[in-house]
């Protein structure tokens, strides 16, 4: 996720939370069984999830869910691939790369997360990409999404001669920024909210996805996503619609009530303090892309990353049948 992972695994989530449990669930059991199993990742896509995973365990939700978070997104596509799940929430990468490897068994029904990656700095002069000529940035994820994203970009504004130094974890960047402000580096959500409350001299130079953005390359900058196995799809249209639609009003709630969704993503072992949730998910950029919107905006990014490396989307381009444009209901 967030952090460095494998070329397949994307910067999409980690989590700045250390003492909770490696996975925690929520579940809606009723005497005629436990609904759609889903999993999602510590980090932005679960946050997005904890409203609609609180309904559910009050069953308060239309649909009856099983929900897991896990650490790792390798955890939660094996029980995809497996049957475990019925659905998952995973880097946008890590979908393309799972629907080659199992020959077209997942589907994508939406864009859970946007970007989440940012540059912060101390140093008042950087305000864009083009800033970081002749700097040296410190980052996570070599060889995977977070690289491939600052160097399209930094291709993309003319820059070559900026230095990318990459650490193993964002928890490694957080403490080099507090020791030094003038750093520069490239962190995700919410480990940024966490690096500026230990250093008040750091500051949000700026966002990657409005660098994206700015391109105007017909596509966007992509964290997360939602996928279903093939055959929950076709058997269970109805429940996966139901799911669509709840899922997007617990993303609107995280997006208008951060107070509440706050809370929950403590509740839920997401992070481990109410005061980080609260600053970082106004920046998560959590929102519920579908249809049309979702596969041209996915596509593009999946483009992008294929240009750069083959092996970040699992080695070809996932063709039509990858994208599921239901509605939600």
């Known amino acids: 996720g967030c952090g460095a992972k494998k070329a397949e695994s994307s910067a999409a989530e980690s989590t700045a939370a250390t003492g909770t449990a490696a996975e925690s669930t929520a579940a809606a059991k009723t005497e005629t069984g436990t609904g759609l199993r889903g999993g999602a990742l510590k980090g932005p896509t679960a946050m997005g999830l904890v409203n609609l995973m609180q309904d ?25 691939v497996s049957g475990e799940l019925d659905l998952a929430l995973l880097p946008a990468n890590m979908a393309s790369a799972l629907y080659n490897k199992t020959e077209g068994k ?3 029904v939406n864009i859970n997360t946007l970007g989440v990656l940012y540059c912060v700095s101390g140093d008042t002069n950087i305000h864009g990409v083009q800033d970081l000529a002749g700097k040296t940035v410190y980052t996570t994820g070599q060889g995977a999404t977070p690289e491939y994203v600052l160097r399209y970009l930094l291709k ?14 964002p928890t490694e960047i957080a403490s080099l920024l507090a020791a030094d402000a003038t750093a ?16 008040e001299q750091l500051k949000t130079a700026f966002s990657l996805t409005d660098a994206w953005d700015s391109l105007n390359n017909g596509s966007r900058l992509v964290t997360g996503v939602t996928v279903v196995r093939k055959d929950v799809l ?33 509740a ?14 106004p920046d998560c950029n959590i929102t519920a892309i579908t249809g049309e919107e979702m596969k041209k905006a996915l596509s593009g990014y999946l483009n992008v990353l294929y240009e750069a490396d083959p092996k970040a989307v699992g080695g070809k381009l ?5 994208y599921a444009v239901t509605e939600a209901k």
């Open 156 to 169: 993309e504004n003319g820059v070559t001669d900026c230095n990318l130094e990459f650490k193993s974890e």
């Open 184 to 199: 520069i580096a490239v962190l995700p959500q919410p480990f940024v909210t966490v690096a500026e409350a230990k250093n």
């Open 318 to 322: 996932p063709d039509d049948a990858f």
């Open 234 to 266: 076709e058997s269970r249209p109805a429940e996966v619609a139901n799911f669509i639609t709840e899922q997007e009003r617990s993303a609107a709630t995280a997006v208008e009530d951060v107070d509440r969704t706050a809370a929950r993503v403590v």
């Open 56 to 80: 559910s365990q009050d069953g308060k939700s239309e649909g009856k869910y099983e929900f897991s978070i896990a650490s790792q997104p390798d955890e939660v596509a094996s029980k995809l």
């Open 268 to 281: 839920f072992g997401i992070l481990e303090n109410e005061g980080i949730a609260k600053k970082a998910l």
């Open 106 to 108: 997942i589907a994508v």
